[in-house]
């Protein structure tokens, strides 16, 4: 069993850590939420009053931050972990930021002798809470490879993309296409339901047919439909719009940069922003069905 230091007890991070001490390793955390470590305190997990302290002994250092600032002051701030943490801790960022954030953060860690690889996730907060994450790696072989003794006990996959950044871009590229599937199912069902069909029986039919795909199989945002996922819950509890719509604004950045061609991402992305604006940003990103709800309805 490994010592671990666990960083950032939000949606996904609180269920992450929960699994590590329930597989028996020794974890360590720390947020700014008093009530966040107080629930990991209850999951096995000991409580560190600094990042800083929080990283003492261990082996990995395993952070679920928002976004790009938060990663660059938790490591490379005034008080960063850069300072503080052994020659040879491998650092596994699990947060999504911008693939050359990624880069910049573990260049400057590897300069102090530090490993790093990125390594965002797939699952949402259910499968954060199931361990069965999706690990979409990016770093040395070596590094992802040993990285999978803690990594195992929080997900079902683990992959490795490339080099460092590599596994940011793989998941900004999946998140992509899951708001299309997202856009495109929630319009097909809404559609139906103004031509008078049930959303349980349409779910059913085109999960039987050619426009079968994960929302429908696994988060369907008709509410009523499915048991235990966000829609059926006021859409609360899940992956939140303003997360959908960071993810999305990294994706267009990232086609900007390459000068690849992404019309469908920029549309969701608009949607998602919109959205976003109207007061909706915290709820899950299945809620975006209500936004393309039939004006009549």
């Not at 991070?13 to 360590?28: C, D, S």
């Not at 300072?83 to 400057?108: F, M, N, P, Q, R």
Request: with cysteine.
């Amino acid at each position: 069993m490994a010592t671990v230091a666990f960083i950032g007890l939000g949606n996904m991070g609180g269920p992450m850590a929960a699994n590590l001490a329930a597989a028996g390793h020794q974890v360590t955390v720390f947020d700014l939420s008093a009530a966040a470590l107080e629930q990991a305190q209850a999951n096995g997990c000991g409580t560190a009053t600094s990042a800083a302290t929080a990283v003492k002994d261990a082996q990995f250092v395993i952070s679920m931050l928002p976004a790009n600032k938060h990663v660059q002051q938790v490591y490379l701030g005034e008080q960063g972990l850069r300072e503080v943490l052994a020659k040879g801790t491998l650092v596994i960022d699990c947060s999504t930021i911008a693939s050359e954030v990624a880069i910049s953060v573990g260049e400057s860690l590897r300069e102090a002798g530090i490993r790093f690889i990125d390594a965002p996730v797939s699952g949402g907060v259910g499968g954060a809470k199931a361990g069965t994450l999706t690990f979409i790696c990016g770093g040395a072989e070596d590094d992802v490879d040993e990285a999978r003794q803690v990594l195992n006990d929080m997900g079902k996959n683990v992959f490795r993309a490339g080099d460092i950044g590599a596994g940011q871009i793989a998941k900004i590229c999946n998140n992509m296409l899951l708001s299309v599937l997202m856009v495109g199912t929630a319009e097909a069902l809404q559609l139906g339901r103004a031509n008078g069909l049930d959303s349980k029986v349409l779910s059913d039919i085109m999960l039987q047919s050619s426009g079968r795909n994960w929302t429908l199989e696994v988060y369907n945002p008709a509410p009523g439909v499915m048991d235990n996922v966000p829609s059926s819950n006021d859409y609360q509890g899940g992956f939140m719009v303003d997360l959908m719509a960071k993810d999305l604004g990294l994706a267009q950045q990232a086609a900007l940069a390459s000068g690849a061609a992404t019309p469908m991402g920029a549309l969701t992305r608009n949607l998602y922003q919109s959205w976003s604006q109207l007061g909706h940003g915290r709820q899950d990103f299945s809620s975006i069905f209500n936004y393309v709800k039939p004006q009549q309805s």
